[in-house]
């Protein structure tokens, strides 16, 4: 899911415009001043009178020596509206920070931040620009004198928007990092931006899904020379949903809305058996699927919605293949004190397994044609509420998973083929 840049694209990416911005509207903007270059250039090539040529330069010259500041002020003030026009504002900011990232930087009055050298405040500046998107306001910094290290702490993370950078106390280089942010989708990179559409039209979704919101994480740990940070924007209209994950500048796994069309029907008809087996009842009306390509994981995995309480997964992997049945209106109940939340933990760890067994088997012999009585049931006190049925036979590559509450009733069924 690599997304090609165009020859244009490349060659804007080299300096001093690699971290900008650069759209089509940009390109056409260009193009349309080189265009007036060229005319200007035309027009002083086709003078027909030499004398006149000559008259014209000799004038220039005296206006030249007659006035070189204003010559210099009106350069430069034509040089800066030129760029303003080529790039409308969006790369001059860039720049800037570029030749001095600090200038971007945002400190809080604790006087802490003395502790900053500057060095320490350019690689943090640039850190958070170049990785993050974004420069939250430092609210924290801390020698450390055992580890040799100056610790700051930016943006809350109570809030979902938050830095930690460790630095290097003598050399005041990048020694680990753990950052976050989330902002509105159309604030997303335009290199993000860009590839949606492309990469819905591979999985056979809405191409125009818009942006709704995105979030980053950004994870550098001792011993690695750069951070390493992920993306997932989440999409959206009136027809259908998606997202987008991203591993550094990488599309890692597309998630979207599809077509009922492109699912098979022996698919629909056995998720429809599916779910009758664990609810017993009819299914309600298929609602929507989705499909989502993770390269991540190296598989696929299809969705389907069946009214607003069932959703039927299917998920063809390279290593092992899953179909999982799931009502995801699951009544768990509302806890008033700690103490219920406890007591209701407590059912679920200790709910006797024959009983687990008993509710569970019958839907997995109507779904499956599998009998469990070769299964043995193992649950793990870390995660109340589920049940693994593995086989005793080593022949037998697949297991089953399964969610129970309270009262025993099976609420989701998992079968893992190795």
């Known amino acids: 899911m690599r997304f090609k840049d165009e020859d244009w694209e490349k060659e804007i990416r080299k300096e001093p415009f690699a971290s900008s911005p650069f759209q089509d509207q940009h390109k056409q903007n260009v193009l349309r001043q080189v265009e007036w270059i060229k005319t200007g250039e035309k027009h002083v090539n086709d003078a027909p009178d030499h004398k006149q040529k000559q008259h014209t330069m000799k004038r220039n010259r005296r206006s030249v020596r007659s006035s070189p500041r204003k010559v210099v002020v009106v350069t430069t003030v034509a040089a800066v509206a030129a760029a303003a026009i080529l790039w409308n504002g969006q790369v001059l900011e860039p720049i800037v920070e570029k030749v001095y990232p600090v200038s971007a930087l945002q400190l809080s009055e604790d006087p802490s931040m003395n502790l900053l050298t500057n060095k320490m405040k350019r690689i943090v500046a640039i850190t958070m620009r170049d990785y993050l998107g974004k420069q939250l306001l430092i609210t924290k910094v801390k020698h450390m004198p055992i580890s040799g290290r100056v610790y700051l702490e930016a943006g809350s993370e109570r809030d979902g928007e938050y830095a930690f950078i460790w630095l290097d106390a003598g050399t005041g280089d990048l020694r680990e990092v753990e950052m976050r942010t989330e902002m509105p989708g159309n604030e997303l990179e335009h290199r993000f931006l860009r590839q949606v559409p492309g990469l819905l039209k591979e999985i056979n979704s809405d191409p125009t899904l818009k942006p709704i919101s995105a ?35 990488e599309a890692v796994s597309v998630s979207g809305t599809v077509s009922t069309d492109t699912v098979s029907k022996d698919l629909i008809t056995n998720a429809r058996s599916s779910i009758e087996a664990l609810s017993g009842e009819p299914a309600p009306a298929l609602k929507s699927v989705t499909f989502t ?44 004190t700690i103490e219920d939340h406890e007591q209701y933990i407590e059912k679920l760890l200790t709910l006797d397994e024959k009983i687990i067994r008993q509710n569970a088997a019958p839907i997995i012999q109507k779904m499956f044609g599998i009998d469990l009585d070769h299964y043995k049931l193992e649950r793990d006190p870390n995660t109340p509420g589920m049940a693994t049925f593995r086989s005793a036979e080593t022949k037998i590559y697949n297991t089953f998973k399964v969610r129970y509450e309270d009262d025993a009733r099976i609420t989701m069924i998992t079968r893992i083929d190795l």
């Open 215 to 249: 979030r980053r994480y950004v994870k550098m740990k001792q011993g690695q020379e750069k951070p390493v940070w992920f993306t997932t924007l989440f999409l959206e209209n009136g027809k259908g949903s998606g997202s987008i994950e991203w591993t550094r500048d």
């Open 293 to 336: 390509q993770n390269d991540k994981q190296l598989e696929e995995t299809t969705d389907l919605y069946f009214g607003d309480r069932y959703v039927v997964s299917r998920v063809g992997g390279r290593f092992s293949n899953e179909y999982t049945v799931m009502d995801f209106q699951r009544g768990v109940p509302d806890f008033v």
